[in-house]
C-alpha cells in the first residue's frame, strides 16, 4: 500500500514557476515507477509525466516538454514536478500517481493523491 500526499499548488502568473512535491508513505516507494496527471474542469484527465523506479528514465506529454522536469528523491520517498514557463492552459488539478511499471496510461497506476491546485494568470 502506497499513500500519496501532493503539495506545491497555487496561483503563478503566465511564464512564472511552481514545483509540486509528492510525498508517498511505505517502504517499497523505491520500486514504483511515479506518473504524474492533470484536469482542468470538463476536460479528461491527461498525461503530464512519468519517471521510472531509479530515476534514469523521464516521459514527457508534448505539451510540457522542455517546460517541466520530474524527478525523484527515493531516500526521501518524494517525487517532484518543476514546472517552468507557465500557461494558462497549465491550469488544472494535478496529481501524482505510482505504478508498477513507467507509462502515460491513468489505468494502470494504482495509487493516486488526492491532488493539488495549480492555477497560471494571463
Known amino acids: 500500500q502506497v499513500q500519496l500526499v501532493e503539495s506545491g499548488g497555487g496561483l503563478v502568473q503566465a511564464g512564472g514557476s511552481l514545483r509540486l512535491s509528492c510525498a508517498a508513505s511505505?517502504?517499497?516507494?523505491?520500486?514504483?515507477?511515479m506518473g504524474w496527471f492533470r484536469q482542468a474542469p470538463a476536460k479528461e484527465r491527461e498525461f503530464v509525466a512519468a519517471?521510472?523506479?531509479?530515476?534514469?528514465?523521464?516521459y514527457y506529454a508534448d505539451s510540457v516538454e522542455g517546460r517541466f522536469t520530474t524527478s525523484r528523491d527515493n531516500a526521501k520517498n518524494t517525487v517532484y514536478l518543476r514546472m517552468n514557463s507557465l500557461k494558462p492552459e497549465d491550469t488544472a488539478v494535478y496529481y501524482c500517481?505510482?505504478?508498477?511499471?513507467?507509462?502515460?496510461?491513468?489505468?494502470?497506476?494504482?495509487?493516486w493523491g488526492q491532488g493539488t491546485q495549480v492555477t497560471v494568470s494571463s
Open positions: 511505505g517502504r517499497t516507494f523505491s520500486t514504483y515507477a
Open positions: 519517471i521510472n523506479w531509479s530515476g534514469d528514465r523521464r
Open positions: 500517481a505510482a505504478a508498477a511499471a513507467v507509462t502515460s496510461v491513468a489505468q494502470t497506476y494504482d495509487y
